[in-house]
């Protein structure tokens, strides 16, 4: 799997779990100098607290579109040190 912004490959990996149709990708899988640390945090009631990403590419800013979760619920334990992607990221 590949998540591709702005013609650039953000992260890629043989190793992503889906959950709820969103590819979470290994964090050490993602190209770090693409991510810039979002104040937005949301809350799921079954995986809980996420932070999220924005992602700057060749002077391009996709606010927010990347997202984790650092101390996931026990429920969603599996996307840990795991990032998923959104806001026209393409996953494929």
């Excluded at 990403?53 to 606010?63: A, F, I, R, S, W």
């Amino acid at each position: 799997m590949k998540a591709i912004w702005n013609n650039q490959v953000i992260a890629e990996s043989n190793d992503t779990i889906t959950v709820e149709g969103n590819h979470y990708f290994p964090a050490d899988a993602v190209k770090k100098e693409f991510l810039n640390p979002s104040d937005t945090h949301t809350t799921c009631p079954w995986k809980g607290l996420a932070s999220y990403y924005t992602l700057q590419v060749d002077g391009k800013t996709n606010e927010d579109a990347a997202w984790y979760y650092p101390d996931p619920k026990e429920a969603a334990t599996e996307i840990k040190n795991r990032i998923a992607f959104w806001k026209g990221v393409d996953v494929k």
